[in-house]
């Protein structure tokens, strides 16, 4: 198994909302801090991966944010540009204009055109070892597999030399689990978990891309042992914190009110977690941030995370 930082391309994914970008931005700033020439790709037009490092806007043209880390935005006419300048020599990108205006037809007509665009520029900056890692803050869980797939499409769909030589390439990088790997962003909660389960069955029974772990974000810190929970049991008998109350002279049960709601939280999220680890394959690796109770946003963040995924890798 290859460590996750040695690979070469990481599509980091997940539930919406459940930390992707924070696990991306955290993962980029870690490898850029271990040596590796990093760049980080958000995918979503929307996306705000620049409010992750402070450090100002991103666009298609990577800009490096601190030593050994990259960022950009993906833009799919950008990066249909920079292909047909690079791979067609065609030698001035003012000649492409009217292509480009066509673009958006072709791109809107032809499913996969948008998807393929995004791979392809992503493949290509590993093929070039243009960087040592690329980490892509990727689409939501649902999407994901389609934009993974989109260059097998295009190659069952297309038997035409050149396109079939096109899209090999970007195969070979994606199905090869030493470049890489897909990171699955979950938390213990309910959804993020089933979405994470099925998900990873739809990585193994629909592509040849290597599920390289699951990063379990917002998990709380161990509240109450399961010797503390039966201490707390045993004394939340309506005699007992009367008697607690006189003693301290005020009622605590407003007191014991909060220690069960921690239990039941702990019990749940734990039982989540549980069925997590049922639903995967024993062998995968499994990394846990905790929930954050500080600033959960900025560069601040960013490094905290950064330094607690360090300690599980
Ligand atoms: N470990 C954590 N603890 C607390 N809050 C977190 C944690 N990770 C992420 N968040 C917060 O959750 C929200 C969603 O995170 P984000 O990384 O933007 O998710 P996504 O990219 O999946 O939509 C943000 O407000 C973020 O600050
Ligand atoms: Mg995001």
């Not at 490096?64 to 020599?89: D, F, G, I, V």
């Not at 195969?171 to 979950?186: C, E, F, K, W, Y």
């Not at 959804?191 to 629909?206: C, G, K, N, S, Y």
């Amino acid at each position: 198994m290859v460590p996750l930082l040695d690979r070469k391309l990481l599509f980091v994914t997940g539930k919406g909302g459940v930390g992707k970008s924070t696990i991306a931005a955290s993962l980029a700033l870690l490898a850029a801090e271990q040596g590796k020439k990093t760049l980080v790709c958000e995918v979503d037009a929307k996306g705000n991966l620049a409010d992750f490092y402070e450090a100002g806007e991103t666009s298609f043209a990577a800009r490096e944010l601190q030593p050994n880390l990259w960022a950009m935005s993906m833009n799919t006419e950008e990066s249909l540009k920079e292909y047909l300048s690079l791979q067609l020599k065609i030698p001035f990108v003012a000649k492409i204009g009217p292509i480009a205006r066509t673009f958006d037809f072709i791109a809107n007509a032809a499913p996969g055109v948008k998807e393929i665009l995004t791979i392809g520029k992503l493949t290509y900056e590993v093929r070039e070892r243009n960087y040592d890692l690329v980490i892509v803050d990727s689409v939501a869980s649902g999407h994901i597999v389609g934009q993974l797939t989109a260059p097998t499409g295009i190659n069952e769909l297309v038997q035409v030399g050149l396109v079939r030589n096109q899209t090999q390439w970007m195969m070979d990088i994606l199905n090869d689990p030493a470049q890489t790997g897909v990171v699955i962003v979950s938390a213990p909660e309910e959804m993020p978990v089933a979405e994470t389960i099925e998900l990873a069955q739809r990585l193994d029974a629909e592509t040849d891309i290597d599920l390289a772990a699951v990063i379990v974000n917002r998990v709380l810190p161990e509240l109450f042992t399961e010797r503390e929970e039966a201490l707390f049991e045993a004394m939340r008998t309506p005699r007992k914190i009367d008697a607690i109350s006189k003693a301290v002279g005020g009622a605590v049960k407003p007191v014991f009110d909060a220690a069960e709601l921690a239990v039941t939280l702990r019990r749940t999220r734990a039982g989540h977690l549980a069925t997590l680890r049922e639903g995967l394959d024993p062998m995968l690796p499994m990394m846990f941030v905790p929930y954050l109770f500080t600033r959960t946003h900025g560069a601040r963040a960013t490094r905290r995370v950064a330094e607690l995924l360090g300690e599980e890798l």
